[in-house]
């Protein structure tokens, strides 16, 4: 299974680096949203993290970018949706279409 983390390219991440949860980095999207700060959100829909690459580039600037990501142990699955959470995943690649 591939997992994806749609995001901008204005935080200079490449392949090795770890996606932290926002309670480390103080990188929040979401204003609104008090719960689960300290999850790392991936996906395994293409269409998914395309939408969130573009919601953060809006947000933060830059350029949307799609990493491949191996999340670390244990994950967990959403009910409902095709995200997941972890407490940090490692970029293996970045997504080119």
């Known amino acids: 299974m591939i997992f994806y983390h749609g995001t ?11 996606l932290l949860p926002a309670i480390q ?11 689960n700060t300290d ?5 395994t829909s293409l ?15 830059g350029d949307p970018i799609i990493y491949t990501i191996e ?3 244990p ?3 959403k009910n409902i949706t095709n995200e997941y959470y972890t407490h940090k995943a ?5 997504y080119n279409k």
């Open 8 to 18: 901008t390219n204005s935080f200079n991440l490449r392949e090795g680096d770890y």
């Open 25 to 35: 980095t103080g990188i929040l999207r979401e204003e609104w949203r008090k719960n």
């Open 39 to 43: 999850k790392v959100f991936f996906t």
């Open 47 to 61: 269409l998914s993290a395309t939408k969130f690459a573009k919601k953060a580039a809006v947000k933060y600037g």
């Open 71 to 73: 999340p670390f142990y």
């Open 75 to 77: 994950y967990y699955y």
């Open 90 to 94: 490692r970029i293996t690649g970045t």
